[in-house]
Nanobody, 113 residues
Framework: QVQLVESGGGLVQPGGSLRLSCAAS????????MAWYRQAPGNERELVAS??????NYADFVKGRFTISRDNAKNTVYLQMNSLKPEDTAVYYC????????WGRGTQVTVSS
């Protein structure tokens, strides 16, 4: 049984910052590529960032603003989001890459003035 629990979302003004966390239960956490995804109403779920044993990858629309990291000892993945824009508004999810674990409930990020 593997479960993913996202947290850290909220309401923030444009230009603000949030730090999301994803706690994963189960074995072999360090063996998997981990990623953050997001989905806004009317949009498909899209890949935001990923992290593997060699480094990180980012979608063009967040490059330079977001940072993905992981703490394998805590079975936790993080997403530091800076310089937030209204178009970043979405529900943010974590999962493996490719996504082979059941989706959690996600955490809502709303960027608005």
């Amino acid at each position: 049984q593997v479960q993913l629990v996202e947290s850290g979302g909220g309401l923030v003004q444009p230009g603000g910052s949030l730090r999301l966390s994803c706690a994963a239960s189960g074995s072999m956490f360090s063996s998997y590529v981990m990623a953050w995804y997001r989905q806004a109403p009317g949009n498909e779920r899209e890949l935001v960032a990923s992290i593997n044993s060699r480094g990180t990858n980012y979608a063009d629309f967040v490059k330079g603003r977001f940072t993905i990291s992981r703490d394998n000892a805590k079975n936790t993945v993080y997403l530091q989001m800076n310089s937030l824009k209204p178009e970043d508004t979405a529900v943010y999810y974590c999962n493996t890459l490719p996504a082979i674990v059941f989706w959690g409930r996600g955490t809502q990020v709303t960027v608005s003035s």
